[in-house]
């Protein structure tokens, strides 16, 4: 990304935070990954139990890495061998971890964050439980109305999501949400961000990159 772009950015992503503030989030902006490892240890005490949804995002950013290196008591789903339940005791655990790290599908430059699950344990950890949570997303994902953060889920995010983890819908055959009826349907569960009454709880770390989907 060259520099005019990364200036465009910065701009879109301060009116984001100042949005973001009107509803009790916090939001930063940094330039790659470990300046948001900077943020999310001032965010987060050593020891703390802490998890985190599934996403590319953290993967890239080095966020995910960073997670398993004992700093934190990390539950981790990814952990080879783990049947479907001890990967739902963790879902449930999050609600009673000191921290939850995911990225969004989209957020929008009015301080909205939208993202759509299938299982809905992702979502529910970011509506209510844990006692924080840190969102980091991509400058990518910044859209100006609600109506732009459900088209990006349709046309990027939830195809790109369903061919990574091979699902049979149609939109990895067509590349675009065609609100289908599979039972492989990834689009279950519609969660929109706007505020928290705790102003310590919500943080969005915006990463002048693209990233994730
Ligand atoms: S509703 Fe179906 S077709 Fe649309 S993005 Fe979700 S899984 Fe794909």
Redesign the pocket.
Known sequence: MDDNMKFVNQCRAKKTIENLAKGNINGYLVEDGNDAIEIIEKILKEGDTVTAGGSITLKETGVMDYLRKGRYNFLDREVKGLTAEDKKEIYRKAFFADGYLTSANALTTKGEIYNVDGNGNRVAATIFGPDKVIFVVGVNKLVDTMQEAINRN?KIA??AN?KRID?Q???TKVGE????L?K????RKYVVIKGDYDKDRIHVIIVNQNLGY
């Open positions: 349709a939830a195809p369903a699902k819908t149609p939109c949400c065609v609100d289908c599979s492989d349907r990834i689009c």
